[in-house]
């Protein structure tokens, strides 16, 4: 048998010649250029033919007879037979009988949504100052951390997270928040998408109703229709979430997922009739209320409103919060505050249903709160973030006119720039991103029938020298269709857009 073509060149450069003689039986093998029952010349005969140690061929052959590829007995090596027949390819080329494809819920979670590329972009929303950062602490903590570490935290995190963390996120949520939690009520999640798949996962049954806001947040619809559950859209309208009769009792909801204090993107906030109206109707409903309250901290005048989560004794209200914008995303790190009633329940769930791990974070941003260092850079971020808002409307009022339409001021890190319905929005994100900008259309966070028409604009990142800068291209996205190909340079200075009316 001519086997000389198992080591003919091309060889690859950093792979040994075992490997190498390895891999090519094993491709004649899987794809019947060596048919079942062809014995194999001895070893010893094979490497004299190739020029090659025995040891090489030994290797291969033992390899192989571990995978089941081949099988050796008294009278040698020979081709097994395979556990299915080789799939001969199409006159394309494709190998494959049937389409790989994703399932049908992952396929319909593929919706189109703003490039997370734009994340280091000017006026990116849900971006922090990542200048700001206090690293030397970070780092001690860290240090510490790893100092201390024991097989505690290289394992696995014990049931709901690391317990030093859980006590000192409550300690924090107790004083800032207004959240009377215990440890015990507190779960680590690996950052807001997992903890809405947990909640999609141990709260809702396969073909549940989940209702989302309308415009809302993207990244909630494909946990929940990842998880098989029915989203259903609910509009949003000066208060919040605003849902009808008609949602009630067409759509009866096991979840409903909201951003009551900072509604996402729009900025609306919730008053306190309807979050009370809210929890009574989940309740009638046996419905959970998640509440995503992702950047309450970063309040600009006056404290946040009341969370739902502790309105009601046992109300049906899951907190949700996040350290992706108070710290930096990279980080991973969320939590879930649950009821009582299945706080335990829901903490050893979480734990057969994913693997959490991350103890040294966690044990580093426990003692990062404990020390108080987490308290001090919130109190200096949200001054940060507040004065960089009030330069970015000064500069979009005096670009744009006094009346230009503007919401989401109370909290947070971004604006909503509301447009004319002759100026489409979605126009001037694509512009504005060939200039460099990393602005969001509002009507790509909505589904039909809601229509919205605007800019989302993150201020969290911008950098204040490059704030009018940013506005003067953002003018010229706005009002240049045909702008030049030669895009101007990124510069300091007073912006030179004329105060004229939007529109």
């Known amino acids: 048998m001519a086997l000389d073509w198992l080591l003919a060149p091309p060889l690859p450069e950093t792979m040994p010649r075992q490997r190498v003689l390895y891999h090519r039986l094993r491709e004649a093998i899987l794809s019947g250029r060596l048919a079942a029952g062809t014995r194999l010349p001895a070893s010893r005969t094979l490497a004299a033919a190739l020029q090659i140690s025995r040891n090489t061929v030994l290797f291969a052959y033992e390899q192989l007879v571990a995978e089941g590829c081949l099988l050796a007995d008294r009278q040698g090596t020979c081709v097994a037979q395979p556990a299915a027949p080789p799939v001969a390819a199409s006159k394309s080329g494709d190998v494959h009988a049937v389409p790989l494809l994703l399932s049908t819920r992952a396929a319909a979670a593929l919706q189109p949504e703003p490039a997370r590329e734009a994340a280091v972009l000017p006026f990116a929303p849900g971006t922090p100052d990542y200048g700001a950062f206090p690293f030397r602490r970070w780092r001690a903590c860290l240090e510490r951390a790893w100092r201390d570490a024991g097989w505690r935290q290289l394992g696995y995190a014990a049931h709901g997270g690391d317990p030093v963390l859980r006590q ?263 512009r504005a991103e060939v200039l460099g900008l990393g602005v969001r259309a509002l009507s790509s966070y909505t589904r039909a029938p809601m229509t919205c028409n605007g800019l989302v604009l993150g201020y969290g990142s911008l950098d204040d020298r490059m704030l009018a800068e940013g506005v003067r291209r953002l003018v010229l996205a706005v009002r240049s269709p045909n702008f030049v190909d030669e895009i101007p340079p990124m510069k300091n200075g007073p912006s030179a857009a004329a105060a004229e009316p939007l529109g």
């Open 168 to 430: 000192a996120l409550a300690g924090h949520l107790t004083t800032v928040r207004g959240l009377a939690v215990e440890a015990g009520q507190i779960v680590i999640t690996s950052g807001t998408q997992a903890a809405l798949d947990l909640c999609a996962r141990l709260l809702g049954d396969h073909g549940d109703t989940a209702w989302v806001e309308n415009p809302g947040y993207l990244a909630a619809r494909v946990a929940f229709g990842l998880a098989g559950l029915r989203v259903h859209d609910v509009p949003v309208d000066h208060e919040g979430l605003a849902p009808g009769e008609g949602d009630w009792c067409e759509h009866p909801p096991r979840l409903i997922m909201i951003t009551p204090s900072h509604q996402y993107p729009t900025g609306r906030v919730m008053s306190l009739p309807r979050r009370l109206a809210l929890i009574e109707r989940a309740r009638q409903s046996c419905a959970w209320i998640i509440e995503d309250d992702y950047d309450s901290e970063f309040r600009r005048t006056g404290p946040a409103p009341p969370a739902l989560f502790g309105l009601q004794p046992d109300a049906p209200v899951v907190y949700v919060g996040t350290f992706s914008k108070t710290l930096y995303p990279g980080l991973r790190l969320g939590y879930l505050v649950l009821p009582h009633a299945v706080a335990a329940n829901f903490a050893r769930a979480t734990s057969l249903a994913t693997r959490a791990g991350q103890g040294i974070e966690q044990r580093a941003l426990a003692d990062f709160i404990q020390r108080g260092y987490y308290t001090t850079h919130l109190r200096r971020m949200r001054a940060r973030y507040a004065a960089r808002q009030t330069a970015l409307r000064a500069a979009l009022k005096a670009a744009f006119g006094p009346a230009v339409a503007l919401s989401g001021g109370e909290a947070g890190l971004h604006l909503v720039m509301w447009l004319p319905q002759e100026i489409c929005d979605t126009a001037i994100v694509a």
